[in-house]
Nanobody, 117 residues
Framework: QVQLVESGGGLVQPGGSLRLSCAAS????????MSWYRQTPAKERELVAL????????NYADSVKGRFTISRDNAKNTVYLQMNSLKPEDTAVYYC??????????WGQGTQVTVSS
């Protein structure tokens, strides 16, 4: 079955960096777009970044453009989110997601990112 497991979250000071990873299994990873979302208690889950199956194209939320980079390693079945110049408003639970051929969305369990001094 499809499994997505995020890691790499933690506590970081404003201006710092973190790299999130999402390890995928149970499907042919290289055939699917992957995305990162985030959610806080006060806001709905929002799209942060998306990458095509080959990694040839990416898309970002305006709030993270120029600071975050999504990438993937299809040999390792892993998608990454490099987050630089972190701000307190980046504090959230970060989730990776894919959508199956049947249109069903698959989510990981999430990883907490806290940006605070």
């Amino acid at each position: 079955q499809v499994q997505l497991v995020e890691s790499g979250g933690g506590l970081v000071q404003p201006g710092g960096s973190l790299r999130l990873s999402c390890a995928a299994s149970g499907f042919t990873f290289s055939n699917y777009y992957m995305s990162w979302y985030r959610q806080t208690p006060a806001k709905e889950r929002e799209l942060v970044a998306l990458i095509t199956s080959t990694g040839g194209s990416t898309n970002y939320a305006d709030s993270v453009k120029g600071r975050f980079t999504i990438s993937r390693d299809n040999a390792k079945n892993t998608v990454y989110l490099q987050m630089n110049s972190l701000k307190p408003e980046d504090t959230a639970v970060y989730y990776c997601k894919t959508v199956g051929m049947d249109g069903k969305a698959y989510w990981g369990q999430g990883t907490q990112v806290t940006v605070s001094s």
